[in-house]
């Protein structure tokens, strides 16, 4: 079964730091590339960040730019956001998600909450 | 950066009904265009990709046209379990950017 799994949620305060991790399994990790999108309570969603399969393409939304790192180890089948200077408005749940039989996001993880607050 | 723009906002209808939703790109997305459905509680599910094609497992019920800036998801005749909300997503370039969503609600 084609699964994505995210961890490492949890409350933070503003500034504070917090490693999101993605454990993928059921499928070639290491030819697809991956996103995190995020969602604010009560909100839509917002794509944060991509990497492609050989991490050699990265892309941020501007709302994280120079804050949040996303990386892959595709020996261990997982991906990663590393959020820095966090602020009260990253308060949301953290999504990976990739396209795997489409060009669209077509396999979601179930969702990690992340919460900024002092 | 491209704007998805979807309305409305909010959709109130009754079961068996035909739903329109529409999704407008402040610049062309040709047909990069992607329709989701997301229940309270849960993540995402992908309905339709590339404007018009639909995910595996997906209902005839949901069809996609448009091309350009204009897109359109329609739902068919409305089941208990479409009741949702939808969100499209261009996919013309790697900033996968979302509109904010229309739900679809029990009138």
């Known amino acids: 079964e084609v699964q994505l799994v995210e961890s490492g949620g949890g409350l933070v305060q503003p500034g504070g730091s917090l490693r999101l991790s993605c454990a993928a399994s059921?499928?070639?990790?290491?030819?697809?590339?991956m996103n995190w999108v995020r969602q604010a309570p009560g909100k839509g969603l917002e794509w944060v960040s991509y990497?492609?399969?050989?991490?050699?393409?990265?892309y941020y939304a501007d709302s994280v730019k120079g804050r949040f790192t996303i990386s892959r180890d595709n020996a261990k089948n997982s991906l990663y956001l590393q959020m820095n200077s966090l602020r009260d408005e990253d308060t949301a749940v953290y999504y990976c998600a990739s396209a795997y039989n489409t060009d669209a996001f077509d396999i979601w993880g179930q969702g990690t909450m992340v919460t900024v607050s002092s | 950066e491209i704007v998805l723009t979807q309305s409305p906002a909010t959709l109130s209808l009754s079961p068996g009904e035909r739903a329109t939703l529409s999704c407008r790109a402040s610049?062309?997305?040709?047909?990069?265009l992607a329709w989701y459905q997301q229940k309270p509680g849960q993540a995402p599910r992908l309905l339709i990709y590339?404007?018009?094609n639909r995910a595996t497992g997906i209902p005839a019920r949901f069809s996609g046209s448009g091309s350009g800036t204009d897109f359109t998801l329609t739902i068919s005749s409305l089941e208990p379990e479409d009741f949702a909300v939808y969100y499209c997503?261009?996919?013309?370039?790697?900033?996968?950017?979302f509109g904010q969503g229309t739900k679809v609600e029990i009138k």
């Open positions: 990497i492609s399969s050989s991490s050699s393409t990265i």
């Open positions: 590339d404007a018009s």
């Open positions: 997503q261009q996919r013309s370039n790697w900033l996968g950017t």
């Open positions: 059921g499928f070639t990790f290491s030819s697809y590339s």
């Open positions: 610049q062309s997305v040709s047909s990069y």
